[in-house]
């Protein structure tokens, strides 16, 4: 009897003593593990772009946009973007409405542009299209300079913009971008600022 009652004792003492372990009382332990899926983290800080759209050309009516980019991702909030685009301008108002000489050649009515942008992350977020399907996306902000090639002349650009993103894979990103390029032009016979509406969309592979 004695000796039941010190086993007793000995057992209550193990179990409220704070040094005692798992291993110690030969108790199962379960861990609940994170699974990391590693095809969701995206380490690529290039990428390279192509796109199309539309660009209206103040004074020089709309016409078709083409553009590609190369950008640089700084970090998760940051990114630079190198374009190129080109496009070609219609007719005056004044080339309509008169019978008179075309004030630009066709070679002079080609625009190309290229430039330098500094982007912001603005709003990353997600698209559901089904409870069990959705994308990464972003919403950034991009502003820069560059020059615009268009009248036989070379002008000094300033840009600002929106950017949507949509990531397709972890590789892959379609793009919808709205941007004004501001640049001084004198074509019509007064110097003014004038403001180049362009809506373009594309795709953009990050490697």
Not at 124 to 148: D, M, Q
């Amino acid at each position: 009897m004695e000796i039941g009652i010190q086993r007793i004792f000995l057992a209550l003492a193990v179990l409220s003593s704070p040094a005692v372990s798992a291993d110690a009382l030969s108790l199962p332990v379960e861990t609940e593990r994170r699974q990391l899926d590693h095809q969701l983290i995206d380490t690529e800080d290039f990428e390279i772009g192509i796109g199309g759209g539309i660009l209206s050309i103040e004074d020089f009516e709309s016409s078709t946009w083409f553009s590609g980019h190369i950008g640089y991702h700084l970090s998760e909030s940051f990114y630079l973007k190198a374009r190129y685009g080109q496009s070609e301008g219609g007719d005056t108002s004044f080339e309509e409405l008169v019978n008179a000489a075309p004030l630009l050649t066709d070679e002079q009515r080609e625009l190309r542009y290229y430039g330098l942008s500094l982007g912001y992350n603005l709003l990353p977020g997600e698209v559901f299209l089904s409870p069990t399907w959705a994308f990464n996306s972003v919403l950034s902000l991009e502003a820069g300079a560059g020059n615009t090639d268009f009248g036989g002349d070379e002008r000094l650009t300033a840009h600002a913009g929106v950017n949507y993103r949509l990531y397709l894979t972890d590789w892959l990103a379609w793009d919808l971008q709205m941007t004004d390029y501001v640049f001084r032009s004198n074509l019509t016979g007064k110097s003014k600022i004038t403001h180049n509406f362009n809506f373009a969309t594309g795709l953009a592979i990050y490697f």
